[in-house]
């Protein structure tokens, strides 16, 4: 993993199965995540999605499945219609009793463009703790 390299590291009261299915479900994942039009978890399955830090600040995402290990590893790559750099986002499950550790690791930062601030590795670090620490782990807690 490189310095540009984003990795962040989560324990959820919850069962294995329960994780897979919030990283993995369409109708699951616009609660905690991003609303998709279509996401199926299949190897080469293309998904786009829009998202910014601001309503004046959207860049349109476009990402491809590149590896599915059921309940066990979702990998894609992340890129920006318009914008250079290719990335990859791997959610990575880890059952550790009745509890699950998920690691996230967003690597290939670099690729971005360094003159466009929003794109900068410290957003997606401030980001992804979000969306891992706070925003699944709400949506898990409260689907228990």
């Known amino acids: 993993m490189s310095a540009s390299s984003v990795q962040i590291e989560q324990l959820y009261a919850s069962p294995i199965e329960k994780v897979w299915r919030a990283i993995t479900d369409k109708d699951a994942m616009k609660q905690w995540y991003f609303d998709f039009q279509e996401f199926r978890a299949e190897s080469g399955f293309e998904f786009r999605f829009w998202g910014g830090p601001a309503e004046d600040r959207q860049y349109l995402h476009i990402c491809r499945i590149t590896e599915v290990l059921p309940g066990k590893k979702l ?70």
């Open 75 to 144: 990998a894609y790559s992340w890129r920006y219609d318009g914008y250079i750099g290719t990335t990859l986002v791997t959610f990575e499950l880890f059952e550790e009793g009745e509890q699950t550790r998920i690691r996230l690791t967003h690597e290939g930062l670099e690729t971005f463009p360094a003159n466009v601030p929003d794109l900068a590795r410290e957003n997606f670090e401030e980001g992804w703790n979000s969306i891992i620490c706070y925003s699944l782990k709400e949506y898990l807690e409260q689907k228990s």
